[in-house]
């Protein structure tokens, strides 16, 4: 099979679609997904599962949330795992059944959960102990008994960047792992929960399968005392953080080197296995196209300024984070540059000092692996526009820009405005703060 980003007859495509005409057509900057890239990553990750009898695959809505892209991954038997009530919105506009849904997050509000019981979502993944309590009270008073895991904190290391690691004691993701089997029981006994399990998510960009090994056999104890205890435990939930290549030359773990890690470290289990990848499904099927503006010259270096910034992708000023810049006509010819966008910030920079194809004002080029934790962490900062999202299907490609609308993600989340379940808040639309 072709790459889904290659280049034929000197251009750059997304798949069958040279990118000139994706630029000509929407202008640039513009993030552009490949179709076929999307379905052969979901389908490779479930393929690396095989070994995994029972197995649930949620895709992270959060990695990429637009609308096109999770109506795919819904055709491909993907539910959704979400971190506020807006993803769930997202998730269930996409056709993703609400049974499919989990909803993660440490930080969901009352209107969340009252929404997320309302939809009648699958799976709730309980952070702290206090969250069990409201949620079983919530369920109970409706009448509901909510399906619940037990989010742990299995003091790992994963070895990936400080800001998106979560596994660690002083992270603020799940309960310490040796508090578990206390708050369990006293979980356990709420009316209105349905405790089925536990949960852990030790970071994302995983390039090392054995502190994952490592954490799951923590989890292995934990399940293996909770039984003892007289629990029924029938889900564990592993969370995301199978890592990409975004550095040529990188080497990273397989799909199937993940499945034979996780089925031999879960074989005496006998749990449903549940899954949140975000990065691994959507990252390589996504670049984010651009212009070069100016080449200026620099202290060192010479200066790119390309049309597109920090508030378009955000991981190189928030995690250093390296994206391949590839020229849409490479000659073949070489520079050592610095690439940066129009942004006032110095951390506007996605890359010093770096080996790139050799680019001119006017030229194109893409920044590779941006389908993931792209477009979705865009801001208007600089009151620059959210930029197009195009979708390639083949020869074809139209804007997919399409959210839900902000008013509706309010709704469900925290704005009195729309108000329906209580009076928590004061209706002040502005400002919104607790009443008295
Ligand atoms: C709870 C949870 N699940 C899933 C993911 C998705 O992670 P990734 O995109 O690395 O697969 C994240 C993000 O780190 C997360 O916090
Ligand atoms: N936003 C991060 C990933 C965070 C994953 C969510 N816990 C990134 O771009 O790498």
Redesign the pocket.
Known sequence: MSLPFECRDGVLHAEDVPLPAIAAAVGTPAYVYSTAALRTSARAFRAGLAPVPRKHLAF?V??NPNLAVLRLLAEEGYGA?I?SAGEMLHALAAGMPASSIIF?GVGKSRRELAAALDAGIGQF?LELEEEGVVLAAMAAARGQRASAVLRVNPDIDAGTHAK?S?GRKQNK?GVAIDDAVEIYARLARLDGLALRGV?I?I????LDLDPLELAYSRVGSLVADLRAAGHAITHVDL?????LSYRPGDVVPSPAAYGTMVARATRDWNVTLMF?????VAGEAGVLLTEVLWVKPGAVVPYVIVDAAMNDLARPALYDAFHDFVAVHPTGARMVANIAGPVCESGDTFAMGRDIDAVSAGDLAVFRTAG??GATMASTYNCRALVPEVLIDGGRFAVVADRIAPEAMLAAQHIPLWMTHDDEYVSDPVSPRRAA
């Not at 970071?203 to 995983?206: M, V």
């Not at 949140?276 to 691994?280: K, L, S, T």
């Open positions: 992270a959060k990695a795992d971190v993660s993944n998106i979560t993701f949960a998510h970071g994302s960009q995983l969370g995301g953080g199978l890592g949140e990848p975000g990065r691994f993931a934790y």
